[in-house]
């Protein structure tokens, strides 16, 4: 089983920045297809980006394109989910969310096919 644990989140005013960490013990990641999703009050939780095993690809929701960019680092055993010109409708708790026996360039992560998420970390963007 692996753990995840997300740090990073925190408030900041909109056009500003913040870099989420989702560290993992327990298993490498690099057996994973990795992603961040994130939930909002009143809505359904989100698909954000995602990385393959390998770390080669990377998919992006269009809302978030052009902003976000997620990334991993192999021997920290943690992938990262920078976060560039936030604005309000960016606030919501974001999780850090594994996904097993994924091909190593998948870039393929749903919420049906998470199979270990992080306790999430709140992320608020004021006007």
């Known amino acids: 089983q692996v753990q995840l644990v997300e740090s990073g989140g925190g408030l900041v005013q909109a056009g500003g920045s913040l870099r989420l960490s989702c560290a993992a013990s327990?298993?490498?990641?690099?057996?994973?297809?990795m992603g961040w999703f994130r939930q909002a009050p009143g809505k359904e939780r989100e698909f954000v980006a995602a990385?393959?095993?390998?770390?080669?690809?990377?998919r992006y929701a269009d809302v978030v394109k052009g902003r976000f960019t997620i990334s991993r680092d192999k021997a920290k055993n943690t992938v990262y989910l920078q976060m560039n010109d936030l604005n309000p409708e960016d606030t919501a708790v974001y999780y850090c969310?594994?996904?097993?026996?994924?091909?190593?360039?998948?870039?393929?992560?749903?919420?049906?096919?998470?199979?270990?998420w992080g306790q999430g970390t709140q992320v608020t963007v004021s006007s």
């Open positions: 327990g298993r490498p990641l690099s057996d994973y297809a």
């Open positions: 969310a594994a996904r097993a026996g994924s091909s190593g360039t998948s870039v393929t992560l749903t919420t049906s096919l998470v199979n270990y």
């Open positions: 990385i393959s095993r390998s770390g080669g690809n990377t």
